[in-house]
């Protein structure tokens, strides 16, 4: 790393030379070269504190949770709730009985299209997406609205593809859809939406709204509340976490009138050979025995995130992204999708880009070649890439706290080696 | 990966792929995708005797999957009906001259596995 570019890590509160040492994988090899990261979108790397409370759990006190009268299933079940607690303070929820634990953002937007959409959608109504989303937002709406003869609309993308058309927005939102589900943070474009904002205008038309907070809640600040949604999706393995956990908000009343979705132990009150009582919230939605190191490794990840501080954690990656966009702007036959650096503070630390003549698996391929980890296709939003975008593929590198300019310094360095193998100018 | 699967005839091949576009005449024609890149492929396929007497291919991709149709639709030309369906993988890392390893595979075969839908439903519509 030079001078300069240390100097700008440092204005950001972090120093990524230092949290790379808490991450195992980072000090590994990829083709005989040091990894170079740059995959956080689709999964993020975890702190050894992370992956230590996993085997801790197991080692220590593995007990399955809720009704054990013996110390360990009480310790078991005392850290999965306080994890859940650990997670609601860490996205403005009120309370821990709001947060659902699932497998990830796509269970928890299917949760709600398969409960609340069942019981409250009916022929004729409106859902309401985006043309950003990630295929996890669009076809459980798909499946819903055909299940039940609804409409299922889109809010269009602006002329310059880098947000959504503030007009389509508006236009859509007073056709008052009973439910607008968007994502906070697009996975391709990096496109930050205001959802507080986008939120009010649908309240205004009684519409329940679900944020996909995928690619939001690992990189920024979230409160829920001062959002004002219903309901909000996350996946753990984006934010430090294990795979196999995530997260479902929702507001205490709308959970409250939800059908459960599976049914079995955990969820229910009582039992009789007729009938069932549901359980209370949060548990009403979890039936069988929970990814229980899942949930207590991500209340680690929580610790580890807040510790840091989202607010740095923004920071740095804006810092990454504007450099990223500085760097990638000189390069010949180049093309970044979305906000450019004047709109900095609408993205976040994803850039997408592709390479003229050159096929983004090559791209990829090559990155691999070095140590580089960067992903190439349609990012799971065939509709914005193939649709909008007209390309078959795109390159995507993304950012997170433990990138540093040196890792945007090796990828840009990659891309020459690319054009090399390519023979391109 | 090492770099090797871009051999020089590989990018030579892909920047100027052989037996690109669609043929004007045509018995059968057949389309594939493979969905994890992105890569598309339609084969067009002249039958003459039982044998393939031209073959051309349009679509885009990587360089493994266009150098690779490139490659197999010059390494057919000539062949029985027969023999040309039974191109497995080992037989296109044959063609290519490398391995292009797990990753790759589904890229490297794409335009076998069209040859194989294009024969195939040629045959089913000349029985």
Known sequence: MNHSSRETDMKSGIDPTMIKKDFP????????????????AATSQKPKEVIDAITEYYEN?????????????????????????????????????????????????????????????????????????????????????????????????????????????REQIEKGPKMLAITHVSNVLGSINDVKRITKLAKKEGTTV?????????????????????????????????????????????????????????????????????NDLPWKFEAGTSNIEGGIALGTAVDYLERIGMENIRGHEKELTAYALERLAKINGLKVFGYGRADIEKRGGVVSFSLDKIHPHDVSAVFDSFGIAIRAGHHCAMPLVRGIFKVGALSRMSFYLYNDKSDIDSAIDAIGSVKKVFKVK | MPLDIYAEEIISQYEHPHNKGKLTKYDVEFHDENPICGDDITIYVKIEKEKIAQVSFE?????????????????????????????????????????????????????????????????????
């Open chain 1, 25 to 40: 994988i980072l000090k590994k090899k990829m083709n005989g070269k040091p990894l170079i990261y740059l995959d956080s």
């Open chain 1, 61 to 169: 006190y593995n007990a399955n949770i809720h009704r054990g009268i013996y110390k360990i299933a009480e310790t078991a079940t005392e850290k999965y709730i306080e994890s859940k607690r650990k997670l609601a303070r860490f996205i403005g929820a009120g309370k821990f009985e709001e947060i659902i634990y699932v497998r990830n953002t796509t269970e928890a937007i299917n949760l709600v299209a398969l409960t609340w959409g069942m019981s409250n959608i009916k022929k004729g109504d409106r859902i309401l997406i985006s043309e950003m989303e990630h295929h996890s937002n669009i076809v459980p709406w798909q499946m819903l609205a055909k299940r039940k003869g609804a409409v299922l609309d889109y809010i269009k993308m602006d002329n310059n593809m880098e947000g959504l058309s503030e007009q389509s927005l």
């Open chain 1, 210 to 278: 679900l944020i996909d907070g995928a690619q939001s809640a690992p990189h920024m600040p979230v409160d829920v509340r001062a959002i004002g949604c219903d309901f909000f999706a996350l996946s753990g393995h984006k934010m430090l976490g294990p795979t196999g956990i995530g997260a479902l908000y929702g507001k205490t009343e709308l959970l409250e009138s939800m059908e459960p979705l599976f049914g079995g132990g955990d969820m229910i009150k009582s039992v009789a050979f007729d009938s069932y009582t549901p």
């Open chain 2, 59 to 127: 679509g885009q991709g990587c360089a493994i999957s266009q150098a690779g149709a490139s490659m197999l639709t010059d390494f057919v030309k000539g062949m029985s009906i027969s023999d040309a369906k039974k191109i497995d993988y080992e037989k296109v890392k044959e063609i290519l001259g490398l391995d292009p390893g797990p990753a790759r595979m589904h890229c490297a075969v794409l335009s076998a596995k069209a040859l194989a839908g294009a024969l195939e439903s040629y045959m089913k519509a000349h029985k």
